[in-house]
C-alpha cells in the first residue's frame, strides 16, 4: 500500500512550510480567497467552524443586496422607509457593526494562516500589503457603513421626532419654510425668509410662494388665537411686519400651549397663524432654518457656487461698507453665503429675499449622493444644529418620493411683492386668488394642426 501524506492531499492546510514558493503561492490564494468570500480562508485552512459561519453570512449579506436591489426597482418606498426610520438605520448599523468585527477577524486569521514568516521577503511584503487594504476595504468599510447610519438616525432623533402625520389638505401638502436670522447683532431668532412649498400629494409638482417679511396689516381668521388679540388685522401700534409675529409669539406662550407637544413653539405657530391668514393655505408641517448655521452646514458641503448678477457690497443701511462680492460665478464658503444672503447695504428686502433663494438653491444642488456620501458626518452635524421641523421621521420616505417624482415636473413660483401686493395694506382675496391660481399645474399646449 502506497502512503500518501497530508501535505499531497491538501497543500492549503497542510502545506510544505520548507518551500518559500509554495508558501507564496498559498498565501496569495488565501489572501484573494478571503477577499472574494469572506471565511473562506478559515474554510480551507483554518477553523473550518469559523469558515463556514463567515461563508454563510457573506452569503446573507449577497442575499441582502439582492434583496435591496429588486424593491429599489419595484417597491423603493420600502427601501426609502427603512433608510428614514430610526428603527430601520438601528438594524443596519448593528448589521454594519456585527460584519465590521467578523471581517476584522477574518482578515487578522487569514494573515495568520498565511505564516508571513515562511514567505521569501518580496512575496512577504505584497501579501501583507493586500491583506491590510483587503481589510481596510471589508472591516473598514462595514465600520464606516455603521458610523453612517448612526449618524443619520441621530439626526432623525434631533431633528425629526416631534410631528405628526398628517394627511393632505385638497390633494396638496403645504410647508411653511422659514429663514430665522438668529446672528449675533440679534436679539433672539426673526424669521427673515418666509415661504411655502404646496407640493402635490400625488405627483409631487411644487409651487413655492415667496411671503415677503416686512408684509402689514395681517387679517387673522376666527378661531386663531391671534384673532382675538387682533380681530381687525395685525396692528400693534408701529412696524406691525408679518416676521415680528414669531417674537410675539414667544412673548405670549399663553396662546400656544400645546406648541412643544407637537414639536413646534409659540412663535413658529404664531407665524404659522399668520401665513396661513395670508395664503390661504392650512400649512401641515413648518421647516426652520437658522440662516446663521448655513456657514457650518456650507462649509460641510464644500462650499455653494452662486452666479451674482451685480456687485453686491456687504455692510448694513446707514454704515460703511465693510467689503463686497463682485458680480459672475463666485465658489463661496460659508461665511461669504451667509453675507450674500443677510447684507441689506443699499438694497430693499425683496432683492435681500432674492439672494436667499438663490442660497438656499445653491445648498440644494450640493446635496447629491456623492457630495452625502463623502461628507455625510459633518453634513449631518451641521444639518442637525440647522433645521428645526415637525415632519416626522415617519413621513420622510414619502417626501423623499415625491421629490424624485417632481424633477420632471414644473416648479412654478409666486412672490407677493409690489407691484402686485401692497405690502402695507394687502389684498388678502387677491392674495389668495393668485395662490390658487400658482397651484394648477402648467401643461403643454397642444400644437395646431395644419
Not at 509554495?22 to 489572501?31: A, E, Q, T, Y
Not at 389638505?169 to 426673526?190: E, F, K, P, S, T
Not at 461665511?335 to 447684507?343: G, K, V
Not at 416626522?392 to 412654478?412: C, D, K, N, Q
Request: net charge negative.
Amino acid at each position: 500500500m502506497t502512503y500518501t501524506s497530508p501535505t499531497a492531499t491538501n497543500p492549503i492546510r497542510h502545506p510544505d512550510a520548507s518551500s518559500p514558493e509554495v508558501m507564496g503561492r498559498r498565501g496569495w490564494w488565501l489572501v484573494g480567497l478571503g477577499i472574494l468570500i469572506p471565511g473562506s480562508a478559515q474554510l480551507l485552512a483554518g477553523d473550518k467552524r469559523l469558515g463556514r459561519f463567515a461563508v454563510l453570512t457573506t452569503f446573507v449579506l449577497w442575499a441582502l443586496a439582492v434583496l435591496t436591489l429588486l424593491l429599489w426597482l419595484v417597491a423603493r418606498p420600502v427601501v426609502l422607509t427603512v433608510a428614514t426610520h430610526p428603527v430601520g438605520l438601528t438594524l443596519v448599523q448593528v448589521l454594519a457593526a456585527g460584519y465590521a468585527l467578523l471581517w476584522l477577524l477574518l482578515a487578522i486569521d487569514t494573515l495568520r494562516l498565511v505564516r508571513l514568516v515562511r514567505l521569501a521577503p518580496l512575496a512577504r511584503m505584497g501579501i501583507a500589503t493586500l491583506g491590510v487594504v483587503a481589510l481596510v476595504a471589508t472591516a473598514g468599510g462595514a465600520g464606516y457603513a455603521a458610523v453612517i447610519a448612526g449618524s443619520a438616525r441621530g439626526v432623525l432623533d434631533s431633528v425629526f421626532s416631534g410631528g405628526q402625520y398628517a394627511d393632505p389638505i385638497d390633494g396638496r401638502y403645504n410647508v411653511m419654510v422659514l429663514g430665522g436670522d438668529a446672528g449675533a447683532d440679534r436679539l433672539g431668532l426673526r424669521p427673515d425668509s418666509i415661504s411655502v412649498m404646496s407640493i402635490d400629494a400625488d405627483t409631487g409638482a411644487t409651487s413655492i410662494i415667496g411671503v415677503p417679511r416686512n408684509l402689514e396689516n395681517i387679517p387673522f381668521t376666527e378661531g386663531s388665537p391671534l384673532y382675538e388679540d387682533f380681530p381687525n388685522g395685525y396692528d400693534c401700534g408701529i412696524d406691525c411686519l408679518i416676521s415680528y409675529l414669531y417674537t410675539y409669539g414667544v412673548e405670549h406662550p399663553e396662546l400656544y400651549p400645546e406648541a412643544a407637544s407637537i414639536g413646534s413653539d409659540p412663535g413658529i405657530e404664531a407665524m404659522r397663524d399668520g401665513v396661513e391668514a395670508v395664503t390661504g393655505l392650512t400649512m401641515q408641517y413648518y421647516v426652520l432654518i437658522d440662516m446663521q448655521g448655513f456657514s457650518q452646514l456650507i462649509d460641510a458641503l464644500g462650499g455653494i457656487e452662486i452666479d451674482v448678477p451685480t456687485k453686491v457690497l456687504l455692510g448694513k443701511n446707514g454704515e460703511k461698507a465693510i467689503g463686497s462680492i463682485p458680480a459672475g460665478v463666485q465658489q463661496m464658503d460659508g461665511a461669504t453665503a451667509l453675507w450674500y444672503a443677510r447684507s441689506r447695504y443699499n438694497v430693499t428686502d425683496y432683492d435681500r429675499m432674492l439672494r436667499q433663494r438663490q442660497v438656499q438653491e445653491a445648498i440644494i444642488a450640493q446635496v447629491e449622493p456623492g457630495n452625502l456620501v463623502t461628507k455625510f458626518q459633518a453634513v449631518a452635524e451641521a444639518g442637525s444644529q440647522v433645521v428645526k421641523t415637525d415632519i416626522p421621521s415617519s413621513m420622510l420616505s414619502h417626501f423623499i418620493e415625491l421629490a424624485s417624482g417632481a424633477r420632471s415636473m414644473p416648479v412654478t413660483t409666486l412672490e407677493l411683492v409690489p407691484p402686485a401686493i401692497d405690502t402695507n395694506h394687502p389684498d388678502v382675496t387677491l392674495i389668495h386668488e393668485l395662490v390658487q391660481q400658482s397651484l394648477v399645474v402648467p401643461t403643454n399646449t397642444p400644437t395646431p394642426e395644419g
